[in-house]
Antibody, heavy 120, light 107 residues
Framework: VQLVQSGAEVKKPGATVKISCRISGYTFTDSYIHWVQQAPGKGFEWVGLVDPEDGETFYEEKFQGRVTITADTSTDTAYMELSSLRSEDTAVYYC??????????????WGQGTLVTVSS | EVVLTQSPATLSVSPGERVTLSCRASQSVSSNLTWYQQKPGQAPRLLIHGASTRATGIPARFSGRGSGTEFTLTISSLQSEDFAIYYCQQYNNWPLTFGGGTKVEIK
């Protein structure tokens, strides 16, 4: 099982970023895909999840309205789009797979992370 | 939301020592708690789920205990590769939340 994320991004405040997470080694629809934020030198904040089987999503309230998580079953790729970027969004964003599909929300494995830098 | 408080923030230990890390929840999370290990520049790695079940491939020196609001992760004999930051995470309530981490460093 492997999750490979897209490369680092540098964006200006107010812009939108879209990160991809391509999975391999298992059936895409057998899992949930989660996105997690890790700001520099900080801990983790859960952003949201997508069920690739039906596209259903759940978002952390803090990101609601600015984040869109999608899953493309034709390419086994999940996406996280974050809009109206501000400096506080500067962080590494990880995708992670949950093969329990919500039984115990275990994130295993994680992608390698994508650094998003928001700077004018 | 459920706040997870990990202690201590930093633990300085020697290889071979036994270490116990604590994770306290602001309200009961039953046994719905996971532990992760993160090394510098790397993605986190799942260690324990369901409070006490070791993930596939995790050495037996790692063990998790607890339920409700008090949880511990114990490393029975610290190896050089175990120096890292350890995070707990709860999945009993939305949103999913993480603790602030405990850094295990070489003494």
């Amino acid at each position: 099982v492997q999750l490979v994320q897209s490369g680092a991004e540098v964006k200006k405040p107010g812009a939108t970023v879209k990160i991809s997470c391509r999975i391999s080694g298992y059936t895409f629809t057998d899992s949930y895909i989660h996105w997690v934020q890790q700001a520099p030198g900080k801990g983790f904040e859960w952003v949201g999840l997508v069920d690739p089987e039906d596209g259903e999503t759940f978002y952390e309230e803090k990101f609601q309205g600015r984040v869109t998580i999608t899953a493309d079953t034709s390419t086994d790729t999940a996406y996280m789009e974050l809009s109206s970027l501000r400096s506080e969004d500067t962080a590494v964003y990880y995708c992670a797979t949950d093969l329990s599909r919500g039984v115990d929300y275990r994130f295993d494995p994680w992608g390698q992370g994508t650094l998003v830098t928001v700077s004018s | 939301e459920v706040v997870l408080t990990q202690s201590p923030a930093t633990l300085s230990v020697s290889p071979g020592e036994r270490v116990t890390l604590s994770c306290r929840a602001s309200q009961s999370v039953s046994s719905n708690l996971t532990w992760y290990q993160q090394k510098p520049g790397q993605a986190p790695r799942l260690l324990i789920h369901g409070a006490s079940t070791r993930a596939t491939g995790i050495p037996a020196r790692f063990s998790g205990r607890g339920s409700g609001t008090e949880f511990t992760l114990t490393i029975s004999s610290l190896q050089s590769e175990d120096f890292a930051i350890y995070y707990c995470q709860q999945y009993n309530n939305w949103p999913l939340t993480f603790g602030g981490g405990t850094k295990v460093e070489i003494k």
